[in-house]
């Protein structure tokens, strides 16, 4: 991979998460539209989440999450948000970028929750056959 790739990956990062602090912003914005809302609440609380949906750690499936279903995501909220608000929350998103980057410790621990839930019930199929 050479610098002029590099370069372009990590400006396409940047963006993906400057329109994330957007959709944080756009989804309290009382002037987005309430379906808007919760499109780019769903996105955000998944992005922020401490936790994610598929684990890191499991090879390959675990950046998927990542790579596509998060820009997927926002490219989806941006497009159900009217595009004035989009403009207005363009600078206040840049202030919040600088400061700190919120957490979502519900979803984090929704997510935590799921897979207790799908590991009870692997081991339950496994005594059974047992």
């Known amino acids: 991979m050479n610098n002029s790739s590099i370069s372009k990956l990590k400006a396409l990062a940047k963006k993906l998460q ?62 159900l948000i009217p595009p004035y608000i989009v403009e207005d929350n363009k600078e206040a998103a840049e202030k919040l970028k600088l400061s700190k980057k919120p957490k979502n410790w519900f979803v984090g621990i929704l997510f935590i929750i799921i897979w207790i839930i799908f590991a009870a019930w692997i081991c339950k199929i496994i005594i059974h056959y047992i």
């Open 18 to 79: 400057q329109n994330l602090f957007i959709l944080y912003l756009s989804y309290k914005d009382p002037r987005s539209p309430w379906y808007a809302k919760l499109v780019a609440m769903l996105v955000v609380a998944y992005a922020f989440s401490p936790i994610d949906l598929i684990p890191d750690f499991i090879p390959v499936l675990g950046y998927l999450d990542d790579l596509i279903i998060v820009p997927l995501g926002i490219i989806f909220a941006l497009k």
